[in-house]
């Protein structure tokens, strides 16, 4: 069984895929901003979560499918108004 990917396919991930990697950035920007404004101190150790790589891994694959889903909702909502 070979999986065809038709032009339309391909034409609409490559236009949802920038909106997961602009999110992906952004989100990844906000993190480390945050990161480095507290600077390694623990203000409120009962509820901030400590960025480790797992917890930064986390949340950049959640940012990215985020980002895709709100792709998803506009390219597909763009297109009905056509």
């Not at 391909?10 to 945050?34: A, H, Q, Y």
């Not at 960025?51 to 959640?62: M, Q």
């Amino acid at each position: 069984m070979t999986f065809l990917i038709t032009p339309k396919f391909k034409r609409n991930v490559l236009r949802i895929i920038p909106f997961g990697m602009i999110w992906l950035f952004t989100g990844r920007m906000f993190l480390l901003s945050e990161a480095l404004y507290e600077g390694g101190q623990v203000i409120n150790s009962v509820t901030e979560i400590e960025l480790t790589l797992p917890v930064f891994l986390f949340a950049s694959v959640c940012i990215f499918l985020l980002g895709v889903l709100v792709g998803i909702i506009e390219t597909r909502t763009l297109q009905k108004g056509k």
